[in-house]
Nanobody, 112 residues
Framework: QVQLVESGGGLVQPGGSLRLSCAASGFTLEDYVVGWFRQAPGKEREGVSCVSDNGFSTAYVDSVKGRFTISRDNAKNTVYLQMNSLKPEDTAVYYC?????WGQGTQVTVSS
């Protein structure tokens, strides 16, 4: 059974950092592009970042460039999203996605 589990969310002050993890089970993650998405209250889900199967290519939405870093550890079947210099507008539920499969999401709240 394919399963994606996100973790690492929480409440952080503006300017703070969090590292999200997306752990896959039921299949080998290394063959696939992985994406991070987020959905803020009242807004549509948006793509945040993605990483190629070998980890050499990455992409980011403009609003997070220079602050977020996506990476993967295929040996651990896990993809990460390091989020620095967090802003209140980064508040959202963050999801990882592989092919048609989504995780359950992890809440990130940036507030003082």
């Amino acid at each position: 059974q394919v399963q994606l589990v996100e973790s690492g969310g929480g409440l952080v002050q503006p300017g703070g950092s969090l590292r999200l993890s997306c752990a896959a089970s039921g299949f080998t993650l290394e063959d696939y592009v992985v994406g991070w998405f987020r959905q803020a209250p009242g807004k549509e889900r948006e793509g945040v970042s993605c990483v190629s199967d070998n980890g050499f290519s990455t992409a980011y939405v403009d609003s997070v460039k220079g602050r977020f870093t996506i990476s993967r550890d295929n040996a651990k079947n896990t993809v990460y999203l390091q989020m620095n210099s967090l802003k209140p507008e980064d508040t959202a539920v963050y999801y990882c996605k592989i092919l048609i499969f989504w995780g359950q999401g992890t809440q990130v709240t940036v507030s003082s």
